[in-house]
């Protein structure tokens, strides 16, 4: 969707890319992660509009961020999704045991609410639980009302769906998400599909099957819900690169790993750890829902959330997830996520608490061997050409991250990439351009 450098040279060779095909759910949604926005990590189960109006789960916060959305260029960057979650309903269902919302909070009801987001070009989610109740103690779905719940969404022009799963048991998730996926599915009505069946499954196989979820859900939640902490966002890191091995196989288009809200611009994390959820997040091939005010949200962290060449990298039609490919001794480790247009994207995070570590390393020690790269930093837009065996220092700070995208800037070299992640494959000889060595 973004065109992030002239690229027209080549580096890698996807060897495997034929082998990497998966089969998504199909629905045709979502063929690079979603974006939008989210209300529960921020706004969880506010609903006292009597007080806290301005931030109460109601139709007013909904449209105050939808035309956020819509007038602060976020739209135009992919983030198009404003998505209910939580809280929403009443107590009962109506006389047909439908869901129906809280008429006070949402008088126009949700119809009113997909069509302002409709005429602006915009899609709704919506929140319901695999079980007898949501987290919250709101009506649940349980299997005798998974077919009324997908037509009452498609009745109200929803486009996307999130399917807790409080108050069920495995015996009941092993029905139930699939039974949602026909259910949505026989509507007629295109809706994304968000199960949280692999976050209440301890998030691994055996008791998770990545293969079924991929054809059943657009994506997936498989790990605790963030909070708006360091703390929670590097425990979700850890977590998802710990099990990456498991994990990767199982993203590509139609079909994500969800690591959870983005919590930039809100009060738990710096500058470096927000730009660190971001730059991560992208390498994660994350789908992207800021779950933040908008209305008051900081320059700074809009920055950070409307970079595009991150945005490019998250949204790369390839759909790789991509890997930590280092854990270094002095608290570095570094990420790689391979990009159409043979680019790749690099992050060098720090888990130091000191101070802005210099760490010096080359392209070819990370297994880069073509030559030369043309390598831009995304945050400060610098570019220069890289030799692969020119060392050369970032310099990253504590809990933060320096990232490159990164392309190739000489003749076509090949290299090969194998299903484990690294480059292999023969160097071509260089070109013995005078190349300078270059420091961003
Ligand atoms: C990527 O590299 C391959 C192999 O060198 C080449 O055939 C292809 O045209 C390149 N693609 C782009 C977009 O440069
Ligand atoms: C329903 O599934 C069929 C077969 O997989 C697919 O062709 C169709 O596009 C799907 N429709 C919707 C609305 O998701
Ligand atoms: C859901 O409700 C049914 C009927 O009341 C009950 O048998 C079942 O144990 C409940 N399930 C859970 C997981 O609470
Ligand atoms: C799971 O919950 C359902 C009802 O929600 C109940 O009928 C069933 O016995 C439960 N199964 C187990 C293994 O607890
Ligand atoms: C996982 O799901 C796929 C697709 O539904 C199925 O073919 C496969 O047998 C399942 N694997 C296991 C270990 O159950
Ligand atoms: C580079 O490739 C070698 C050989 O495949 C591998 O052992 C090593 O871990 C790779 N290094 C990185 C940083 O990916």
């Not at 209910?84 to 269902?93: A, F, G, M, N």
């Not at 590509?252 to 991560?280: C, E, H, Y």
């Not at 484990?420 to 005078?434: F, R, T």
């Amino acid at each position: 969707m973004f065109v992030l450098l002239g690229m027209n040279l080549a580096v890698l060779v996807f060897a495997s890319a034929a082998t990497l095909t998966t089969f998504a759910l199909d629905n045709g949604l979502m063929r690079t992660p979603p974006m939008g926005w989210l209300a529960w990590e921020r706004y969880r189960c506010d609903i006292d509009c009597e007080h806290d109006p301005k931030n109460c789960i109601s139709e007013n916060l909904f449209i105050d961020m939808a035309d956020r959305l819509f007038e602060d260029g976020w739209k135009e960057l992919g983030y198009v999704y404003v998505n209910i979650d939580d809280c929403w309903s009443l107590k009962t269902r109506d006389k047909q045991g439908r869901l129906q919302p809280d008429p006070k909070r949402f008088p126009g009801g949700i119809r009113k609410l997909s069509r302002y987001m409709h005429d602006r070009g915009l899609k709704l989610g919506i929140y319901g639980d695999m079980g007898n109740y949501t987290c919250m103690g709101y009506p649940g779905t349980p299997l005798d009302k998974i077919a009324v719940d997908a037509q009452t969404f498609a009745d109200w022009e929803v486009d996307m769906f999130k399917f807790d799963g409080c108050y069920s048991n495995a015996t009941d998730q092993e029905q139930g998400y699939p039974l949602m996926s026909k259910a949505l599915n026989a509507t007629g009505r295109p809706i994304g599909y968000s199960c949280s069946w692999p976050a209440y499954q301890g998030g691994l196989p055996p008791k998770v099957n990545y293969t079924q979820l991929g054809q059943l859900c657009n994506l997936w939640r498989n790990y605790g819900d963030i909070q708006d902490s360091w703390d929670s966002v590097l425990s979700i890191i850890d977590w998802v690169f710990e099990n990456q091995d498991v994990l990767t196989p199982a993203a590509g288009p139609g079909r994500w790993n969800d690591p959870d809200m983005l919590i930039v611009g809100n009060f738990g994390l710096s500058k470096d750890q927000s730009r660190t959820q971001m730059a991560l997040w992208a390498i994660m091939a994350a789908p992207l829902f800021m779950s933040t005010d908008l209305r008051v949200i900081s320059g700074e962290a809009r920055s950070i959330l409307q970079n595009k060449m991150i945005i490019g990298i998250n949204q790369d039609v390839l759909g790789f997830q991509g890997r930590r490919i280092l854990k270094e001794k002095s608290g570095i480790e570094v990420f790689w996520r391979p990009l159409s247009n043979n680019a790749s994207a690099l992050v060098f995070f720090s888990r130091r608490t000191d101070m802005p570590y210099r760490y010096k390393t080359s392209l070819s020690k990370l297994n880069y061997t073509a030559d030369s790269y043309k390598v831009t930093d995304v945050f400060t837009g610098k570019t220069d050409i890289l030799k692969d065996s020119t060392d050369f220092v970032v310099s990253v700070n504590p809990t933060g991250v320096v990232m490159w995208y990164i392309s190739a800037a000489g003749k076509l070299r090949f290299h090969h990439l194998s299903r484990d992640g690294k480059l292999h494959g023969p160097a071509y000889a260089a070109k013995e351009n005078a190349i300078p060595p270059v420091f961003l």
